[in-house]
């Protein structure tokens, strides 16, 4: 694929192709774990993708494979800089800023996929469980270790997770901290489709492709309404805002901005009410 740089980072790689944009956690030797500086860089990426109009679905994936051969989306939160307030970046500031970037990806009113090859372990399990669709390599593997290493992810990581896998599911994933391969991820829904790990990324581009042919209106308002029911007012507030967005397009929005610019009375009576 022809993938061109669209922003240099350090610890991602960020790209865009034909409407597609790509992001790559890149610290493979750490089983591409976030720290602060990575969660910030993704964060500033995925904001790049939200404006630029010419991108229609985001990629979400992790490089690999690493120098022993062995291939990771994300190992969660860098527990070698974790303090006791969080995880600490350069600045010596600690922070849990993945919570801004798993929002993010909720909010951003286009498809992300997550493109899963290896581990995808802890806060990288929940990434991927945030995203609007993942598809896995044969040799991926699911599994959350907060429990084992002193954390926990009580929010979009328990409840979203049981609203995908159900309730004792969830738990059963959390309680024990097992890992499960990309078959089991599938049979419980937790993954859309397996493929070989040399078809992960054509398979993301092909279903990317997919969705850029569809209504874009069409795609936003289906995201925003899969997460209204779920997102309480939040939710409730991304709907509503992609109301808003539609009724700006109509005349009758536009009858009341021009007769305010034009210091007039707005007749909103030649719009019908309809039934
Ligand atoms: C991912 C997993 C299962 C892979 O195991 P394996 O055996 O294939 O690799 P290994 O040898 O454990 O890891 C390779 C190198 O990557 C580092 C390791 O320390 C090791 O480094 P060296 O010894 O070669 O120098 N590495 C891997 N994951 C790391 C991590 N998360 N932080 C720092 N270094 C890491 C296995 O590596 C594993 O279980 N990793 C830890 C997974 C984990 O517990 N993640 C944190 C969960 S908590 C969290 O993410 C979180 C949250 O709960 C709430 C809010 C925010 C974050």
Known sequence: FNWIKAKEYKDIIYEKMDGIAKITINRPEKRNAFRPETTMEMYDAFADAREDSNIGVILLTGAGPSKDGKYAFCSGGDQSIRGNKGYVGKDGVPRLNILDVQKQIRSIPKPVIALVAGYAIGGGHVLHVVCDLTIAA???IFGQTGPMVGSFDGGFGASYLARIVGQKKAREIWYLCHQYNAQEAYE?????????IDQLEEEGVKW????LEKSPLAIRLLKSAFNAELDGQAGIQELAGNATLLYYMTDEAQEGKNAYNEKRKPD???FPRVP
């Open 138 to 140: 044969d040799n991926a």
């Open 188 to 196: 419980m829904g937790l993954v859309n489709k397996v493929v070989s």
């Open 208 to 211: 990317a492709y997919e969705i």
């Open 268 to 270: 909103f009576k030649k």
